[in-house]
């Protein structure tokens, strides 16, 4: 396993980062209310971001209901809030130190069991997680106290490790006993995120991606296709959302398919509960360190 040694000024950033993405998260928590529209609050968590000093990580994500992740709302999209299991999902990039974390607000008023299995299986996992602990041990904590409350952890979703300018990165932090038992380090960055459910316990990829993120720079011959990478160069390599991208539906759509089959964009299509199960999700970036961790991203 690489172990990366930060200096203390990039420490300085991935904190800033952190306390940015906390802050965001909060400020979008508090925008969370039955009539408010789901694009409306991505763009004003986005723009918070923005004016906190630094940038989105990746496009802010509010997933309901069965959707356990990667919602993110296109520019006509007319999705309105009332009484779901809502999962806010943001991060902050200062300089490409990233944070990222999660919560849910239960609109129903029905779920708040729920709500709070996930809450405190991260919470579990953060209290036990410090450098020599074994990754299948955070996800046997987490997937134990999702279970105490009668829910399923999302065995297919894990939490991750997190670099500069790398949402994701190895190693895959389980929400269940994976028998990984490769261990933590001192120094190592981490997103712990449980995602509970009264489902099945698994998730499927639906079709329609609104969330794409950069993977290579290779030549493409339609000049759509050429400008459109150009102009998605300045999100280096951090995920985007469609909505942010110039020019026509029509002409935009056309050069990201192109972009897709010549493997420069990967997709992040939005992802739901195999049996429609409603999903809970809570999410906190992490430093590990010799004693513990250090919760980067904590209010
Ligand atoms: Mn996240
Ligand atoms: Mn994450």
Known sequence: M????????????WRQAGKISAE???????????????????DAVDKKIFSLGARP??????????????????????????????????????DGFLGDTA?????????????????????AAVSVAKAGVRLNELGRVIEQKINSYGYRPII????????????????????????????????????IEPFATNGSGSIYESTTPTVFMQVAKKPVRSSDARQLLAEIQKY?????ARRW??????????????????GCVQVFPPLVERNHGLVSQAEHTVLVRKDGCEVLTAV
């Open 236 to 240: 280096e390599g951090l995920p985007f």
């Open 156 to 191: 297919n979703l894990s939490g991750h490790g997190i670099g500069k300018f790398q949402v994701h990165t190895s190693p895959t932090v389980p929400n269940f006993d994976n028998r990984d038992e490769e261990l933590l380090y001192d120094g190592q960055f981490i997103a």
């Open 103 to 123: 919560a849910t607000v239960d609109l129903s008023g029905r779920h708040e069991k729920l709500v709070a299995a996930s809450k405190d299986a991260l919470a």
């Open 24 to 42: 965001a998260l909060q400020y979008g928590l508090s925008l969370i209310k039955p009539g408010a529209s789901v694009l409306e609050v991505c």
């Open 2 to 13: 690489d172990e990366i040694f930060y200096s203390e000024e990039d420490l300085a950033k």
């Open 57 to 94: 990580s990746f496009p802010s994500q509010v997933s309901l209901n069965d959707v356990a992740a990667h919602f993110c709302p296109d520019a006509e999209d007319k999705l309105i809030l009332s009484d779901q299991v809502v999962k806010l999902d943001v991060g902050a990039s200062v």
């Open 245 to 262: 991208l110039e020019g026509n539906t029509f002409k935009v759509n056309f050069a990201l398919r192109q972009l897709i089959s010549a």
